[in-house]
């Protein structure tokens, strides 16, 4: 057997990748509207930047990331989400300073060793943001409204924003606190991944989905009941700019994310399917200690979201959102003339910004022109002896088969004018 693709990774093909990149041009659209500026940082970093960022206790850290040992023995991990290497390259490039912000994004593949199933991958791609530097609730409704104006742009209707607050960077410890005192009588009739989180990280027991777990959830009070004053009034500014925007949201106050370093306001984007169930879109949220953790010597407050890619994709296919894809500009036919009279006009035609397509296989003409249609060319060229010999090259328009004939010197500017190509 032929080798094929390693479990939860899939190859997207020339049928798809057109449709990939419409999601990413209106995303990097979306962002430069923004004001945001792309950064690129590597897929894989030392091992222990994801344990100190994303948290020891995090089901992405102690079941899914993909670690191993380079030639020289170094843990290495490939990346299996952007903030992390964000705050890493903000910290080793030095590209913040004391009350200066940073608008960044990022697109590109990500790496998380889960049960491969439907929208689950584990190669998969994210395309995020970090507004880095602001503590203010503005900044929290910055991303959120961009995160919305990149739904609506994409057309994808009846998104819906489900958020909550976790508490500062520093009441986060108190709040634990109070919650491990008020589960701890029932500590022992939880599952064993909430008994090991009652330690490590005991608000990701309101996510737990075993029943048993659930029925004890049900109990606890919402994590608003733990916020300060400060914490409160952040949280009410960020709803009343979500407010001003008229961007719709439900309060959850039981939402809690994957990832330790979250703070204050965090959000889910997510759309229900026609199961009824919900496919989460994008995730994301306010970092204040981050920067600090990772050893910045001042405060770094930050806000941000990750977008799943694969997500957004299969929802537009199968809403059939994507636009007709365009073909190529212009096909050539050759009616049995030597490649070397067809390569300059081919040539010509490219570099005044035509897209030019040829056979290359020596079919008949019949079926060169099937193959133009299949390319979805908007013209055929046709170029044989006779038409050599009289500097009279047949352009065919394939929409409505009108023919016109012109020299080989006319046919650039006839084509651009037709294709109204600057
Ligand atoms: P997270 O980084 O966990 O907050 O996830 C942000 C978004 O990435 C989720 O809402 C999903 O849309 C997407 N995502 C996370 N994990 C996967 C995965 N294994 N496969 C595909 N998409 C994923």
């Not at 909550?164 to 005192?181: F, P, V």
């Not at 046709?382 to 929409?399: F, M, Q, V």
Request: hydrophobic share 35%.
């Amino acid at each position: 057997m032929t080798i094929q693709t390693l479990r939860g990774t899939v190859d997207i093909l020339p049928e798809a990748t057109a449709n990939w990149q419409w999601i990413e041009n209106i995303a990097q659209e979306v962002y430069k509207c923004f004001n945001f500026s792309e950064i690129r940082t590597p897929v894989f970093e030392s091992t222990s930047l994801f344990q100190r960022s994303i948290g020891e206790g995090t089901d992405i850290v102690s079941k899914e990331m993909y670690t191993f040992a380079d030639r020289k023995n170094r843990s290495i991990t490939l990346r299996p989400e952007g903030t992390a290497s964000v705050v890493r390259s903000c910290l080793q490039h030095k590209l913040i300073q004391p009350q200066s912000i940073r608008r960044l994004f990022y697109t590109g593949p990500m790496f998380r060793y889960e049960r491969p199933q439907a929208g689950r991958q584990r190669q998969f791609h994210q395309t995020g943001v970090e507004l880095v530097g602001s503590p203010q609730p503005a900044a929290d409704i910055e991303v959120i409204s961009l995160l919305k104006t990149f739904f609506d742009r994409l057309g994808l209707k009846d998104v819906k924003f489900r958020v909550n607050s976790t508490g500062s960077a520093s009441s986060k410890a108190a709040i634990a606190e109070k919650l491990r005192s008020i589960v701890s009588p029932s500590k022992d009739k939880l599952c064993a991944d909430c008994q090991k989180r009652y330690d490590t990280n005991v608000l990701r027991i309101y996510d737990c989905k075993v029943t048993n777990c659930r029925e004890i959830i049900r109990t606890l009070p919402g994590i608003s009941t733990f916020l300060g004053d400060e914490d409160k009034q952040h949280f009410q500014d960020v709803l009343d700019g979500l407010d001003a925007l008229g961007i719709e949201y439900v309060v959850d106050d039981f939402l809690v994310r994957g990832l330790d370093y979250y703070t204050k306001t965090i959000f889910e984007a997510y759309k229900e399917n026609s199961l009824g169930a919900c496919d989460a879109l994008a995730g994301g949220g306010r970092y204040d200690g981050l920067f600090s953790e990772m050893g910045s010597s001042f405060e770094v407050p930050s806000v941000g979201f990750a977008v799943g890619m694969e997500r957004i994709y299969n929802i537009l296919k199968s809403e059939d959102l994507f636009p007709e894809e365009k073909g190529i500009d212009c096909y050539i036919i050759n009616a049995g003339v030597s490649f070397i009279n067809i390569l300059p006009v081919l040539q010509r035609l490219r570099n005044s910004g035509i897209s030019a397509s040829c056979d290359l296989s020596g079919r008949a003409v019949k079926a060169q022109f099937k193959e133009a249609a299949r390319q979805k060319a908007d013209f055929a060229v046709i170029i044989g002896e006779e038409e050599l010999k009289n500097d009279l090259l047949k352009i065919k328009c394939l929409a409505d088969r009108s023919e016109a004939e012109l020299p080989i010197s006319k046919v650039n500017d006839y084509l651009k004018e037709s294709l109204n190509k600057e």
